[in-house]
């Protein structure tokens, strides 16, 4: 029986590699197209380090051929997703989109979160929101999923289960290793720049809170840091409880959403997470603490593989019909 057939685009940035070794590694579908402008015609084993027999082609060549595959990803930046997932539309691939470009509802808020006007509104009413473990029934047999952002990911895990018992306002500061800010070398991501220090930015105009406000449906105030790791993400997520929410409601409501997921492991306590857990995994530790009516979660995930490329496939996996965990369980990539 021939596997589905599968096309990477943007196959040379962090997630898009790490998208490579995944589907290439992955027991039932067959890579088949590695689209990247900087490394056409070069072996996709020499950058990725898997034995796939193909060469990287050049962009617009390999949309071409991604219109005749199963499933497209597109690891691509939001303002080339934008346009590439409407030349795919309805031309038959299943698109699974690890960009902005088709998460939010709302058109018009695409010039303030993401710099470009969004010119593909009845694309958007039909994206899938791609967390598992929120829309799993929705995508499976969806044609066009948007995956969430990593600090989406993290964060919206965490909250899921507070929703309804706590307050609808919360704070979120989050640490990300640099891998998060993509591939592209600047001044700002040099080795001197990084290395011995921890900053903020993006403060609350990260473009990752409409999205997590939306599935959420409360205001979240979120502040990113960058610290001098390569991979991962810690989201420190604080609340106030409602009146009469009591420590074993809470955990009866992480234990009831999440007794039964694949890639969500729950932790003592707030204390208890660490970026170590899940590096090189698609899991994501969760543990919270509470205190009267303040509760504080943490979430770790890997921003690569939960946060992107990770949860892709596993979006793929439900969409194609296959076990949601087939080519997950490898662990540790570099970087």
Same mark, same amino acid.
């Given at each position: ?86 030349? %795919? ?5 299943? /698109?699974?989109? #690890?960009?902005?470009?088709? @998460?939010?509802?709302? &058109? $018009?808020?695409? +010039? ?103 599935? %959420? ?5 979120? /502040?990113?840091? #960058?610290?001098?790791?390569? @991979?991962?993400?810690? &989201? $420190?997520?604080? +609340? ?96």
């Amino acid at each position: 029986m021939q596997r589905p057939s599968i096309a990477i685009l943007g196959a040379s940035g962090y997630s898009g590699v790490e998208l490579t070794r995944l589907v290439a590694l992955h027991p039932g579908v067959e890579l088949a197209v590695c689209g990247s402008d900087r490394w056409a015609d070069e072996p996709v084993e020499k950058r990725a380090g898997v034995a796939t027999g193909l060469r990287y082609t050049a962009p617009e060549r390999a949309l071409e051929l991604a219109a005749s595959c199963a499933v497209v990803f597109c690891a691509t930046p939001a303002e080339v997703s934008h346009e590439v997932v409407a030349r %795919l539309a309805g031309r038959g691939p299943i /698109v699974i989109d #690890l960009s902005g470009a088709y @998460r939010l509802r709302d &058109a $018009t808020a695409y +010039a303030r979160h993401y710099a470009f006007e969004h010119r593909h509104e009845a694309l958007l009413g039909e994206a899938i929101y791609g967390l598992p473990e929120r829309n799993r029934d929705r995508i499976a047999g969806a044609k066009l999923i948007a995956n969430p952002g990593c600090y989406a990911t993290a964060i919206e895990l965490a909250l899921l289960p507070l929703v309804g018992l706590a307050r609808d306002r919360f704070i979120v500061d989050a640490v990300s290793g640099v891998t998060g800010a993509g591939r592209k070398a600047t001044e700002d991501m040099s080795f001197a720049e990084i290395a011995g220090d921890v900053r903020a930015y993006r403060t609350l105009r990260h473009q990752h809170v409409p999205e997590i406000e939306q599935l %959420l449906e409360a205001k979240v105030r979120f /502040v990113p840091h #960058l610290v001098p790791i390569a @991979r991962g993400i810690l &989201a $420190t997520c604080h +609340a106030e409880l409602a009146p009469g929410v009591t420590a074993q409601a809470v955990r009866a409501s992480f234990e009831h959403r999440y007794a039964r997921e694949p890639f969500v492991d729950l932790a003592a306590s707030a204390d208890a997470v660490a970026i170590h857990d899940v590096v090189g995994t698609n899991r994501c530790k969760l543990g919270w603490t509470i205190d009267g009516d303040a509760i504080v979660v943490t979430a770790a995930i890997d921003n690569l593989v939960k946060g992107a490329a990770g949860q892709a496939v596993q979006n793929a996996n439900l969409a194609l019909g296959l076990a949601e965990t087939t080519g997950l369980a490898l662990r540790g990539f570099h970087p």
